[in-house]
């Protein structure tokens, strides 16, 4: 799964009326300072329907295994969030306020989710009562705490040819050996082979799952994709570039 600034989950709950609600959260992707001004940052929740909205606002941990799974665990320690509940009227909108809380002498950055979601609560006494389905959203915002003079060193671990469903495939280890996490835009691989052929892939068509990914710092990610038709030996490098701004 790509890793966007923001994850869009949607939950199917059963509830009282057939009109979904909707509201936007933002920023989508936001870096705290462990100290100082910066170790506090501003959201905005909207509240984009006709009616009210309840929103819950909770921090998690972030780590990412190797084939992109993600694991998060409350981070209630670490931020302060005020208010952690809004209730919103109709197309109204409320600042949220969350403040670092956690070691003020970071060496290396830490990544977090910061959550918004939807209660199923009905806050109109006056609507429609239906038997339907409510889809609630949840919106999960990427946050990383970054002390400054820190820096992403990308490896290329291991490059193999490996079989998926009887299809060859390339197999390609990324390893993040700094000491902030990096997003993979506008990445481009150089590929040669021992017969002299050479491939190059860019392009989300191209590297499609892999272009624009992240991988956080001290992480690894996997890769599979088709085996290049054009390379017909055995892969003998593997070159690559990509934009190194992180943020």
């Known amino acids: 799964m790509r890793s966007l600034p923001i994850v869009l989950s949607v939950l199917c709950l059963l509830a009282v009326t057939d009109e979904a609600l909707a509201f936007q959260f933002a920023p989508f992707r936001v870096k705290f300072d462990p100290t100082g001004p910066g170790a506090s940052q501003l959201f905005t929740v909207k509240n984009n329907t006709d009616q009210s909205a309840t929103v819950q606002i909770r921090a998690t941990t972030r780590e990412v295994d190797e084939n992109g799974v993600e694991k998060n665990e409350d981070a209630e320690k670490d931020f302060t969030i005020y208010p952690p509940q809004v209730i919103l009227k109709p197309h109204a909108q409320r600042s949220v306020r969350i403040q670092w809380m ?6 290396d950055e830490k990544a977090y989710r910061i959550i918004a979601e939807q209660l199923p609560v009905n806050l109109d006494k006056d609507a429609p009562h239906h038997s ?3 889809f609630l959203v949840d919106y999960r ?3 990383f705490v970054t002390p400054s003079g820190l820096a992403p060193d990308l490896k290329m671990e291991s490059s193999d040819a490996t079989t998926v469903g009887g299809k060859k495939m390339l197999d390609l280890v990324f390893n993040n050996a700094g000491t902030q996490h990096l997003l993979l835009r506008n990445l481009t691989l150089e590929l040669k082979d021992d017969k002299g052929h050479s491939v190059t ?3 989300d068509k191209a590297l499609k799952h892999i272009d624009g990914e992240g991988i956080l710092a001290g992480h690894k990610r996997r890769f599979t994709l088709p085996w290049p038709k054009d390379l017909t030996g055995s892969l003998q490098t ?3 570039t ?3 701004q992180a943020f």
């Open 102 to 107: 956690g070691d003020a002498n970071l060496k």
């Open 132 to 134: 339907a389905v409510k």
């Open 141 to 143: 915002a990427a946050a």
């Open 201 to 203: 892939l860019k392009g």
């Open 238 to 240: 593997v070159d690559f």
């Open 242 to 244: 990509f934009d190194k």
